[in-house]
């Protein structure tokens, strides 16, 4: 069973950054992906990424001032935003899609039906 940990969510300014964590357990070859979601509006993908590779999948949200690095080993996945805006205000969840073996990556893309939501953790932008 996968199991999604969310965490960094905080209040910025406007033109600042926000660095979001999510740790994974119970997945070993897959994807991990951000999500967001705020009232009245649809969920949209932002960012996935394979895990333990390097394929990346970004969303139009937030184009250009994104970025999913994988740090610190395979089962985690952390969201580098930056020159955030007002309307960039969400709660931000991470998502996981376990795979098999000899999988294509692109799997991994926003549009696929993600398994496994964590609680979600909320990022704050104000004036």
């Known amino acids: 069973q996968v199991h999604l940990a969310e965490s960094g969510g905080d209040l910025v300014q406007a033109g600042g950054s926000l660095s979001l964590h999510c740790v994974a357990s119970g997945i070993t070859r897959g994807c991990l992906a951000w999500f967001r979601q705020t009232p009245g509006r649809a969920r949209e993908g932002v960012a996935s990424i394979y895990v333990g590779g390097r394929t990346t999948f970004y969303g139009s949200a937030l184009a250009g001032r994104v970025s999913i690095p994988q740090l610190n080993g395979a089962n985690n996945a952390t969201l580098q935003m930056h020159s955030l805006r007002i309307e960039d205000r969400a709660m931000y969840y991470c998502?996981?899609?376990?795979?098999?073996?000899?999988?294509?990556?692109?799997?991994?893309?926003?549009?696929?039906?993600?398994?496994?939501w964590g609680q979600g953790t909320r990022g704050t932008v104000i004036s």
């Open positions: 998502a996981a899609l376990p795979l098999g073996f000899f999988t294509s990556a692109a799997q991994c893309a926003l549009n696929k039906e993600y398994t496994s």
